[in-house]
């Protein structure tokens, strides 16, 4: 896992750290699993303000942490904004069709439910 070298730089694993189990432990939770939905929609990087969550902001904190420790995302700063972008070409490099699926099921799950 590459380290933090400073308060403003966040440890993030190095693609050959990245493990499958963490990635489905971190997908398995809904609202983490939720953020990637949105992130994966996206056109690049969101804010983290960008997401409303139905949680404290030191539960939102934790969900970030998990995804971005597990190597699903990474989050950088950008201003006083943390930035954060799925890491899609690392998971597709490592685990092929993964993610692509695991989405397609959250949305196809998400219509059966009718949630979004």
Not at 16 to 37: D, F, G, N
Not at 38 to 67: I, M, N, Q, W, Y
């Amino acid at each position: 896992m590459t380290t933090a070298t400073s308060t403003r730089e966040l440890a993030h694993p190095e693609r050959a750290e990245i493990r499958l189990e963490s990635v489905l432990h971190a997908l398995s939770e809904p609202l983490r699993l939720r953020v990637v939905r949105e992130l994966a929609a996206a056109d690049g990087e969101l804010s983290c303000s960008c997401f409303d969550l139905p949680v404290t902001k030191s539960t939102t904190t934790h969900h970030f942490r998990v995804l971005r420790e597990s190597g699903v995302i990474r989050q950088v700063y950008r201003g006083t904004a943390k930035m954060n972008g799925l890491r899609g070409e690392d998971l597709d490099a490592l685990f092929p069709g993964l993610l692509d699926s695991v989405l397609g099921a959250a949305t196809a799950q998400a219509e059966r439910l009718g949630g979004a």
